[in-house]
């Protein structure tokens, strides 16, 4: 079997089209999560059965349905463990789907040990049996960055959050089990932070926050280290690569560098993984040079890396021929190896001839005291084609409050006039993925037909 972890909070339509296009047999759902699975099982022929269970105490099971207990019971034994080629399928995900329907990934044996063995290394995420694990990132999201996995090889201790963790849940589980290891995207981080700083939990425990789904702001790893104690560690990968592919973690020599360099670097996404290579390329396939400046499409390729997308053969552009994978992502590298992230292909802002990033905008934004999240993206210009749009939401009490003019101004001194946004709105919040990425693709639908200023 192939275990599939199918994401509950996708709109019904996805949802039907990842559990048949996987062809999904058997779901297992617990009783909170029935409704969902209800609601388009006459959309998905190829499930024959469903087994429930019960996570609410009385919960009664639907009739037509096992119950997970009752069928465990009435189980045998398992004589003896089958035999598996390390190249059989383990797992799979299926992409968020910010473009077009979700993409499936199989993860091999092979892949899923593989990285396990990565995650364990010293210079990338040191798991050990000595860590006490706890899980937010959900099952759906790359096997929760497969950490999981490596937990079970081990052996050791795993505390898993629940289906949809708040930051006092999280505050109270990293307190009460002293966590040294949870890692999440940076929105959660922005969320505990707030209520650490009001209430004074104690998270001092935890040696090791890896950050992913996107860049954390260079202020909020500074606040971590600084007040709390805590050491935020960037890495980035895909659910195409299991998903590590680098991770930011300084080099000796560099602890011997000013603290602001130190955080200048570790801003960055960091080194390749031993395992996986690695290159940026421009639009015609050439290599760019380790020089933290020029920009071009990461692609790699490894083990532990998909070669194809699960029966999608119209995404076969996306591979090369000799198996390097586009990823979409635009970055430079350093002449250290490291690499920064600078957008995805979609989210770039091409204002005149010059390419801007979004993701550096939005870090510094962030970097304000009293912005709580901001997402920036391109919207039509008459004469630069295309211009920075900001969307930021203030910290609580303060809606209403934080202006246009605080935002500019406060990055007026950091960036080039040119790349300054021409406006800046305020919401309420960022829409997010079903993972908690920023979802552009709602507020380019949102603001395509925004009208620049005079």
Known sequence: AVLHTLNFRLAPRDLAYIVDHAGDAVVFCDASTWPVLESIRKDCPKIRQV????????????AGVL???????????????????????????????????????VYTHRAIYLHCLAESMTDTMAL?????ILHIVPMFHANAWCVPFAAVMLGATQIFGGPSPQPRDIAELVQAHKVTFVGAVPTVWIAV???VEKEGYDISTIRC???????APRALLELYEKKFGVSMLHAWGMTEMTPLGTISRLKSYMLELPEAEQFAIRAKQGYVAAGVDLRIVDDEGREAP???ATMGEIQVRGPWIVKAY???????????????????DIATIDAEGYIQITDRTKDVIKSGGEFMSSVALESLIMGHPDVLEAAVIAVPHPRWIERPLACVVAKPGLAGKLTERDILEFLRPQV??????????????????GVGKFDKKVLRERFKNWTPKA
Do not use: H
Not at 74 to 103: F, H
């Open 209 to 215: 926050i890896p950050i992913g789904g996107s860049a």
């Open 310 to 328: 699960y029966d999608n053969p119209e995404s076969a552009d996306r591979f090369t021929a000799d198996s390097w994978f586009k990823t979409g």
């Open 128 to 132: 050990s049996e000595r860590d006490v």
């Open 416 to 433: 080039s006039k040119w790349m300054l946004p021409d406006e800046v709105v305020f919401l309420e919040a960022v829409p997010k993925t």
């Open 193 to 195: 932070k707030e209520l």
């Open 290 to 292: 380790w020089d933290g």
């Open 51 to 62: 087994v429930v269970m019960k996570d609410t105490p009385g919960a009664e099971v639907p």
């Open 67 to 105: 119950e997970y207990e009752s069928l465990l019971a009435s189980a045998a034994p398992l004589a003896a463990w089958p035999q598996l080629d390390e190249r059989d399928a383990a797992a799979m995900c299926y992409t968020s789907g910010t473009t077009g329907n979700p993409k499936g990934v």
